[in-house]
């Protein structure tokens, strides 16, 4: 069965770091393309950024990330990463990853696997 898992989000104030993961379980991330996104109630999920087969990263939101956020993968543990430095209180959402096959894509219908979200909070 295939299954995503975020993890690392938590409380952090602001202009600190914090690096969520994404296991993957029942796929190989190295033939897939993998994007974060988030969400906040009442809002659009929206997309951050992508990493593709080859290791290519599209930004998918650069109003929201202002170069801050870097996406990064580890094959060998099945894994990508974002890590998030200099948060702000805006940055406070549920954030999400997410597979597709090979390329990556600005349109989240594309995804085929979600995982269930990791709550980031920024706050003094």
């Known amino acids: 069965q295939e299954q995503l898992v975020e993890s690392g989000g938590t409380l952090v104030q602001p202009g600190g770091s914090l690096r969520l993961s994404c296991v993957a379980s029942g796929l190989r991330l190295e033939y897939y393309a993998v994007a974060w996104f988030r969400q906040v109630p009442g809002q659009e999920r929206q997309g951050l950024t992508c990493i593709d087969y080859s290791d290519t990263e599209t930004t998918l939101g650069v109003r929201f990330m202002k170069g801050r956020f870097t996406i990064s993968r580890d094959n060998a543990k099945n894994t990508v990463y974002l890590q998030m430095n200099n948060l702000e209180p805006d940055d406070t959402a549920t954030y999400y990853c997410?597979?597709?096959?090979?390329?990556?894509?600005?349109?989240?219908?594309?995804?085929?696997?979600w995982g269930q979200g990791t709550q980031v909070t920024v706050s003094s």
């Open positions: 997410a597979a597709k096959g090979w390329h990556c894509s600005p349109l989240k219908g594309e995804f085929d696997y």
